[in-house]
């Protein structure tokens, strides 16, 4: 496990371990964990990206994720290598930026790492694209 706790006893941004940087490269889906309001788990197959900091994901405003993490920031992910699945990444953070600004193109920038696409083909109409960043505080790899 990689993490460090500041004076408030808050976990600090947790290192992605380098070795599992190449996760974030490939078409690996991250399975996204919220919390309902009742505290149950919600899962979510999702696309991700990583900008060397943060966690992005990417998804509609109003859908069950998005209610899930406005309401609770807590999240974990696990990433499944593609070409190993017993070689993974298991994440446990928090959101801590939730921004409209930059989401349509991120979720064309992922369109093209996933579906080798141009642009997004699954927009609905009056959609609204959201990016959540996620700081991480955990992070452990398996081989």
Excluded: C
Excluded at 32 to 55: E, N
Excluded at 104 to 119: M, P
């Amino acid at each position: 496990m990689y993490t460090m706790n500041n004076s408030e006893g808050r976990p600090n941004v947790a290192a992605i371990p380098d070795k599992y940087l190449d996760l974030f490269q490939k078409k690996a889906f991250a399975q996204l964990a919220t919390l309902m309001p009742d505290g149950s788990p919600q899962v979510s197959p999702v696309w991700v990206d990583y900008d060397g900091r943060r966690i992005l994901i990417n998804s509609a405003k109003g859908r069950v994720k998005d209610k899930n993490m406005r309401r609770d920031p807590r999240v974990g992910l696990d990433l499944l290598d593609p070409e190993n699945p017993y070689r993974h990444l298991s994440i446990r953070g928090r959101v801590v930026d939730i921004t409209e600004q930059g989401a349509d193109a991120h979720i064309d920038k992922l369109a093209k790492k996933y579906l080798g696409q141009e642009t997004y083909p699954y927009r609905a109409a009056g959609e609204i694209r959201v990016i959540y960043k996620i700081e991480p505080e955990h992070a452990l790899g398996l081989n």
